[in-house]
């Protein structure tokens, strides 16, 4: 098993970070590392997602979401091509620091017999993951300004 963990604290409450986070259609416009997501977002439903870390071309992900939890959690499980090859449980998690701050948890849990093999890869999506983390600060930072 491998993991990735990173986190950043947001000056804006869970509420502003987690609207940012659940408007799926957005990412385009200001995520530099999941650049697609779209699908239900309810426990249970497959997601689409496309990733791209740095120094790569990307991939796309189905994704099915485990835990939907509003303001607190997402959480979903993926895996590329077979069972027990490359599989990911990623997380979103906020957690309330006070009124107007949110720490921010971006993790992923990867285990497969690959794993081993794409450790490149798996350092790329470490930088992804810190990208995106600074990308979401500056958003919710500026939508909580106005």
Same mark, same amino acid.
């Given at each position: 098993?491998?993991?990735?963990?990173?986190?950043? %604290?947001?000056?804006?409450?869970?509420?502003?970070?987690? !609207?940012?986070?659940?408007?799926?259609?957005?990412?385009?416009?200001?995520?530099?590392?999941?650049? %697609?997501?779209?699908?239900?977002?309810?426990?249970?439903?497959?997601?689409?997602?496309?990733?791209?870390?740095?120094?790569?071309? !990307?991939?796309? +992900?189905?994704?099915?979401? +485990?835990?939907?939890?509003?303001?607190? %959690?997402?959480?979903?499980? !993926?895996?590329?091509?077979?069972?027990?090859?490359?599989?990911?449980? /990623?997380?979103?998690?906020?957690?309330?620091?006070? /009124?107007?701050?949110?720490?921010?948890?971006?993790? %992923?849990?990867?285990?497969?017999?690959?794993?081993?093999?794409?450790?490149?890869?798996?350092?790329?999506?470490?930088?992804?993951?810190?990208?995106?983390?600074?990308?979401?600060?500056?958003?919710?930072?500026?939508?909580?300004?106005?």
């Amino acid at each position: 098993m491998k993991e990735i963990y990173t986190e950043i %604290e947001i000056n804006a409450s869970t509420r502003v970070v987690w !609207g940012i986070l659940n408007e799926f259609e957005n990412f385009p416009k200001w995520n530099p590392f999941i650049q %697609e997501i779209s699908g239900n977002q309810q426990e249970g439903s497959q997601i689409d997602v496309f990733i791209k870390p740095p120094h790569s071309n !990307g991939m796309r +992900l189905k994704p099915t979401i +485990l835990i939907y939890k509003p303001e607190k %959690e997402l959480r979903w499980f !993926g895996r590329l091509w077979i069972p027990k090859l490359f599989d990911g449980e /990623h997380s979103f998690i906020l957690r309330n620091l006070n /009124h107007n701050k949110t720490l921010f948890i971006q993790k %992923e849990r990867f285990n497969g017999i690959l794993i081993p093999f794409f450790s490149s890869l798996l350092k790329d999506t470490e930088s992804g993951f810190k990208l995106m983390n600074k990308a979401l600060k500056n958003i919710s930072e500026n939508k909580n300004s106005k």
